[in-house]
C-alpha cells in the first residue's frame, strides 16, 4: 500500500481452470520484439497533480506493451508513464524508474510529488526521472470490478472480525466480490495482471526509453515489483532502492498476516505520545492506559455501531492506515476523541456512487490474487483469525480474515517470481524498525533472499517509508550516496532517529 495513500483504506492488499500455456517468471527474460521508437512527449494529463513548488518540467508518453506476454504480437496495451528529464547532461547518468506502492496506486505523479517534498538535486540531475500507472491503473488500460460507495466490500484489509459468525459473513462478501470481478472482466484482461508482467513492462519501458540499464525506487507494494524486476532481468538493472518491504516479490496471505505485527509494534508509538497529551486528548495517561482505550472504543463498537455507521472494523482501520506517518497522530487523536463517549459521534452524509477507489482495489485483487495460490477453504481462515486475535490483539483478526483470492476466477498464471540471489550487488533495501504495514521482519526475509546482492538499511524510527518522506538524516544520505555515486554500505547499516 502506498504511504501516501494510507488513509484512504483502498486500493493497498484455481476455480475455472489452469491456463494453457506459462511465462516462466525468470531471470535474463529476452526482450526481442520489443518497440524500437521512442516515446512521444506531450502533455500530462490533467489529473496528474505537480505541486506548485516544482519549476520543473513534467511530460508524460504511452509505451505499447503486449497484454499477455506468452503473444507478444497479440493484444497491446498502453502503459503511461512521465518524465521530469535531467537538465544537467554532463551529471545524466540514466533513467530512474518508480513505484508508489500498492498494487493499484498510480504513480504519474510520484517523481513531481517526491521533488516537491526535497528530492536532492543530485539525483534530479543524475536521472530522468520516470514514473507510470502501471498496467490496470490510472491512464493505462483501467479495469474496473464496478464497486460502489456503499459495497460491503470497501478495503484492501479485510475488516476485523471479532467473533467466528464474522469470518463467515465476509466469506459471503468476499465471494460476491471475486464474482463481481469475473462477470466486469469481459474483455479479459484481469487474468494479466501479475507483478510478474508488471516488471516486464518495466523493461520494455526501458527499451522504449533507449536505455541499456534502468535504475529503480519502489515503496511498499513498489519493494516486490522492484525485487521481482531486479530478479527477472538482473542485467537490465542499475541501482536499486527497495523502501519499505513486503518481504518478497508478492503480497501473499503470511504477507498480509504481517500487517498485524507491524501494528503491535508502531502502536506504542502512537500510544506513547498521545499519553503525554493526556490533558489535551483525554484518552490515556499512560501508554497502557491509551491501549485500553483503543480495545474500548473498538469493541463496544462492535456491538454498537456509531451513529454514522463507523464500525469497531472501521475505527480499527481508520487506526491502522493513521500510523503510516506521525504527522497523522492528532487527527487520530481527534478520531478517538469523537468516538470515546457513545451516541456523540456525528451522523455522516450519504455515501455517493461511484466508488472513488473501484481501480484502485480492483488492480489490488488482480494482482495479490493472481501471483499465488491462496487457501480456498473458510475453516482455514476462521483457524488463522482466531490464531491472530490472540496473538495480535490489535488487529490481527483483520489481517487474517478471508479476502476474494479465496474464490478468485483464475489461477496464477506460474509460481510467483523467485528472488534471484545472483547478480550485481545492486539492491539496497530501507526499512523503518516500526512500520505498520511492512514490519522490519520483511525486510529482513527480503535481505536474506537477495544474500549478497544487497544490503539493508534498519531506521530506527515509526511509520511506513523511509527515503525522503521518513525524514532520518541518515538514511537520506546513504540514499542519495548509492543513487548518485553508486556508493553501497559495506555492510548492513543502522540509522540512529534524527
Excluded at 456512487?353 to 489490488?364: E, I, K, M
Excluded at 506460474?414 to 534471484?420: C, R, S
Aim: a neutral charge; aromatic letters at 8%.
Amino acid at each position: 500500500m502506498s504511504r501516501r495513500r494510507g488513509m484512504a483504506l483502498v486500493g493497498m492488499l484455481g476455480l475455472v481452470g489452469a491456463l494453457a500455456a506459462v511465462i516462466p517468471a525468470t531471470a535474463g527474460e529476452s526482450t526481442a520484439g520489443q518497440p524500437a521508437t521512442g516515446p512521444q512527449w506531450t502533455a500530462c494529463p490533467k489529473d496528474v497533480v505537480v505541486p506548485p513548488t516544482v519549476q520543473l518540467p513534467v511530460q508524460c508518453a504511452k509505451v505499447p506493451v503486449p497484454l499477455d506476454y506468452r503473444d507478444p504480437d497479440g493484444t497491446q496495451i498502453e502503459i503511461m508513464v512521465s518524465r521530469i528529464a535531467s537538465t544537467n547532461p554532463e551529471k545524466r547518468r540514466g533513467v530512474l524508474m518508480f513505484n508508489p506502492g500498492g498494487p493499484g496506486g498510480t504513480g504519474l505523479d510520484q517523481p513531481a510529488f517526491l521533488v516537491s517534498k526535497g528530492l536532492p538535486t543530485g539525483v534530479t540531475d543524475a536521472y530522468d526521472l520516470i514514473g507510470m500507472d502501471t498496467r490496470g491503473v490510472g491512464h493505462s488500460t483501467p479495469v474496473s470490478c464496478g464497486f460502489t460507495a456503499d459495497d460491503a466490500y470497501w478495503a484492501n484489509i479485510p475488516p476485523y472480525a471479532p467473533d467466528d459468525a464474522a469470518v463467515t459473513r465476509q466469506a459471503g462478501i468476499a465471494k460476491d466480490v471475486a464474482e463481481r470481478c469475473a462477470a466486469a472482466d469481459t474483455d479479459g484482461r484481469l487474468r494479466h495482471l501479475s507483478t510478474a508482467n508488471m516488471a516486464r513492462d518495466l523493461d520494455r519501458i526501458r527499451v522504449a526509453l533507449g536505455e541499456r540499464k534502468a535504475s529503480f525506487y519502489g515503496a511498499s507494494y513498489g519493494s516486490a515489483l522492484g525485487a521481482a524486476y531486479a530478479s527477472m532481468f538482473p542485467g537490465s538493472t542499475d541501482r536499486v532502492v527497495l523502501d519499505s518491504i513486503v518481504g518478497d516479490t508478492h503480497l501473499d496471505r503470511a504477507g498480509l498476516r504481517r500487517f498485524a505485527l507491524g501494528m503491535e509494534q508502531t502502536f506504542p508509538d502512537f500510544a506513547t505520545w498521545v499519553a503525554k497529551r493526556h490533558e489535551s486528548y483525554g484518552l490515556g495517561r499512560t501508554p497502557q492506559q491509551v491501549r485500553r482505550t483503543y480495545l474500548t472504543i473498538a469493541e463496544r463498537l462492535d456491538e454498537t455501531p456509531a451513529a454514522d455507521g463507523v464500525t469497531g472494523a472501521l475505527f480499527r482501520q481508520i487506526t491502522f492506515g493513521s500510523l503510516y506517518n506521525e504527522i497523522q497522530y492528532p487527527n487520530l487523536a481527534r478520531i478517538w476523541q469523537t468516538y470515546l463517549t457513545p451516541g456523540e459521534a456525528p451522523r455522516a452524509k450519504a455515501a455517493a456512487a461511484p466508488n472513488p477507489q473501484d481501480n484502485a482495489l480492483t488492480v489490488f485483487l488482480a494482482v495479490t490474487c493472481n501471483d499465488v495460490e491462496w487457501p480456498e477453504d473458510v475453516d482455514t481462515y476462521r483457524r488463522a483469525v482466531a490464531q491472530d486475535r490472540e496473538r495480535f490483539p490489535l488487529f490481527g483478526a483483520a489481517s487474517a480474515n478471508i479476502t476474494p483470492c479465496a474464490f478468485w476466477t483464475h489461477d496464477p498464471a506460474g509460481p510467483p517470481v523467485a528472488v534471484h540471489d545472483k547478480g550485481p550487488r545492486n539492491v539496497l533495501i530501507l526499512q523503518n524498525r516500526h512500520d505498520p504495514v511492512t514490519p522490519l521482519a520483511g525486510g529482513k526475509l527480503l535481505r536474506e533472499k537477495f544474500e549478497k546482492r544487497s544490503r539493508l538499511v534498519t531506521v530506527d524510527g515509526s511509520g511506513h517509508g523511509v527515503y525522503v518522506l521518513g525524514g532520518n538524516a541518515c538514511a537520506l544520505n546513504v540514499t542519495t550516496a548509492y543513487l548518485v555515486d553508486g556508493t553501497m554500505p559495506a555492510g548492513d547499516r543502522t540509522c540512529r532517529r534524527g
